[in-house]
């Protein structure tokens, strides 16, 4: 069953066993790190046809993280390879729910509905795929402009950790101008224009994310910190009690309640204290 991946040895359906299962990701890895890892050694399971192996760390990702488009597609990949045709649909399909404009996920798609002999679904869903392939015109186009935009979006993981937010803008920036709709990364541009004291530019940002992921909880907790800034305590605490709504006893949007209102009893007030100082 062939699906589209930027490497020609992943056109042929089936894989070789796991020889040991992966483990769960070292202890003490902060989650952004933590899913970093997971990706990293995901990617190797790749590099040598484990994609049972791959599987397995794709779904651990999704448990914390189940509205990343990029890892819904690998792991329909993945499933198709190893012969689930009918729970890589649903991989796909819910990546293309997360992002109608994922040419990849569109093209796995119709490649998996025409190996199920579905060929009419399958046209329709080649014909999306050569559609959006021809309107979005991307500056590099496929597998090799995701990469470039990955390694710009680490450099400015690094400028990050080296306490240079100004330069990680300019690289999560540069990698937003090959992906735009990478909302992952349009997030940590976000946090790092708060870190310079661009509010306004953060709230841009995040709002952006929003639109296409409304229950994406951290982004929604720092445009709360960026309205905030702004002045705008209100809005703030609006955003953290969704926050509250999308996961009841959430600590961080509790203790940012609790600052922007004065006390615990205030929280399930209405009326902020507007001298109050932003966390």
Known sequence: MPVADSNSEHEAMGSRPADTEPGPAPIGLGEPARVKHLISRAEAAFERDDYAAALLDLRRILADHPDFADVRNRTGFCRAMLGDAEGALQEFAHAIRLNPEYTEAHLNRALVLNDLTRFDEAREAFERAGELDVRKADPIPGELGNRIALGHADLGDLYVDAGRPSDAAEEYTKALEIRPGFVDIRSRLARALLAVGDAKGAVEELTEVLKQRPTYLEARLHLGT???????????????????????GNQRAQAFLVSALGTQDDVNGSAPHQEAEAT
């Open 226 to 248: 960026a309205l905030r800034r702004m002045g705008r305590t209100r809005d703030a605490v609006s955003e953290w009690r969704r926050c509250l709504e999308l996961e009841p």
